[in-house]
């Protein structure tokens, strides 16, 4: 139902699975939200180089990050809005926007928090899912709390 492209900025990046895991996670947070509509989302897969230039360039952080996310429309948290968004002229679905992955800090924070690389990674496109939809935790308000929350339900931690 939903298109997931997952593209690689750096070859040899060691995990093959990731782009199925990532696909999953997605998938379970779209339906989780409640999006009925085909939709679209671009994924690129990096190293850590790769991801701070990108975080330097948009944010203007000098720094590695785990995860970017470039929301395409302005949405409400937890009430999607298909017309609210933009349309891939040729299908009709929804583009919902772009996600950057780092495929080192999944391999670090995997093993820092000890759960392992195939659950951050999850983890992390579940959180960047939530971003396109709509949800910030630029404070630790209720926004934080509220973004927090679904992250748990969705990957199944409440």
Same mark, same amino acid.
């Given at each position: 139902?939903?298109?997931? @492209?997952?593209?690689?900025?750096?070859?040899?990046?060691?995990?093959?699975?990731?782009?199925?895991?990532?696909?999953?996670?997605?998938?379970?947070?779209?339906?989780?939200?409640?999006? &009925?509509?085909?939709?679209?989302?671009?994924?690129?897969?990096?190293?850590?180089?790769?991801?701070?230039?990108?975080?330097?360039?948009?944010?203007?952080?000098?720094?590695?990050?785990?995860?970017?996310?470039?929301?395409?429309?302005?949405?409400?948290?937890?009430?999607?809005?298909?017309?609210?968004?933009?349309?891939?002229?040729?299908?009709?679905?929804?583009?919902?926007?772009?996600?950057?992955?780092?495929?080192?800090?999944?391999?670090? &924070?995997?093993?820092?928090?000890?759960?392992?690389?195939?659950?951050?990674? &999850?983890?992390? @496109?579940?959180?960047?899912?939530?971003?396109?939809?709509?949800?910030?935790?630029?404070?630790?308000?209720? &926004?934080?709390?509220?973004?927090?929350?679904?992250?748990? @339900?969705?990957?199944?931690?409440?």
């Amino acid at each position: 139902m939903h298109e997931i @492209a997952v593209s690689r900025e750096v070859a040899n990046l060691g995990h093959r699975n990731a782009a199925a895991l990532i696909r999953k996670a997605v998938n379970r947070a779209l339906d989780a939200e409640n999006v &009925q509509v085909p939709c679209l989302i671009s994924v690129m897969l990096t190293d850590a180089e790769g991801i701070r230039q990108v975080n330097r360039e948009f944010r203007g952080i000098d720094r590695e990050t785990d995860v970017l996310s470039f929301p395409l429309n302005e949405l409400t948290p937890g009430s999607f809005d298909p017309e609210a968004c933009e349309r891939d002229w040729d299908t009709g679905a929804v583009m919902l926007g772009d996600m950057m992955i780092s495929l080192p800090a999944c391999e670090r &924070q995997g093993e820092e928090f000890g759960h392992g690389f195939e659950r951050e990674i &999850q983890y992390l @496109a579940v959180h960047s899912v939530l971003h396109l939809l709509g949800y910030d935790h630029v404070d630790e308000g209720e &926004q934080k709390r509220l973004m927090r929350a679904r992250e748990k @339900a969705i990957m199944g931690d409440d």
